[in-house]
T-cell receptor, first 113, second 112 residues
């Protein structure tokens, strides 16, 4: 079993829809949770970063962490065609694992006009 | 200018050839990483370096070697390339105490 599981999709939604992307994990030592967005033929770019449990909002994006369920989510409101990309979750237990990030497989999202 | 650069961006080579991929950064970060990305597998860590004298193996280091020439430069070598090393390769950097990593644009490597 992988430490981090993410549904690879692909996920296709109409423009304006609310998108929910999710990851589950097994290592209770993870404290730092990130979402990266990767456009085709580009490197991953950091989208959201959350420490421990709770919510964090940035514009149309909201990241949620539920450590009791070992489950994290990224919500995208009013989705746009420019949001079409692969979304990768990543996690770290910075002191236990020397800062290494563990990535999910990525979810491919397509937002149709 | 990009903070993390990788050269070459694309490379096609033959089985058995030695290949070097280079990464440079202007972010002033101490930590540097090499990942490979395969469809459906996400990013897998090959090697990482916390400073010039500290280099560590990641999950999939077999068949790869690295060199940290300076704080800003970290190279990945494939001593004798094989077809299953065909993948996207990414370099990343981070600061100690900050878990978020910043990625370069990637190198697409094809081994025939």
């Amino acid at each position: 079993q992988k430490e981090v599981e993410q549904d690879p999709g692909p996920l296709s939604v109409p423009e304006g829809a609310i998108v929910s992307l999710n990851c589950t994990y097994s290592n209770s030592a993870f404290q730092y949770f990130m979402w990266y967005r990767q456009y085709s033929r580009k490197g991953p770019e950091l989208l959201m970063y959350t420490y421990s449990s709770g919510n964090k909002e940035d514009g149309r994006f909201t990241a949620q962490v539920d450590k009791s369920s070992k489950y994290i989510s990224l919500f995208i409101r009013d989705s746009q065609p420019s949001d079409s990309a692969t979304y990768l979750c990543a996690m770290s237990a910075i002191y236990n694992q020397g800062g290494k990030l563990i990535f999910g497989q990525g979810t491919e999202l397509s937002v149709k006009p | 200018d990009a903070d993390v650069t990788q050269t070459p961006r694309n490379r096609i080579t033959k089985t058995g050839k030695r290949i070097m991929l280079e990464c440079s950064q202007t972010k002033g970060h101490d930590r540097m990483y090499w990942y490979r990305q395969d469809p459906g597998l996400g990013l897998q860590l090959i090697y990482y370096s916390f400073d010039v004298k500290d280099i560590n193996k990641g999950e999939i280091s077999d068949g790869y070697s690295v060199s940290r020439q300076a704080q800003a430069k970290f190279s990945l070598s494939l001593e004798s390339a094989i077809p299953n090393q065909t993948a996207l390769y990414f370099c990343a950097t981070s600061d100690p105490g900050h878990p978020e990593q910043f990625f370069g644009p990637g190198t697409r490597l094809t081994v025939l």
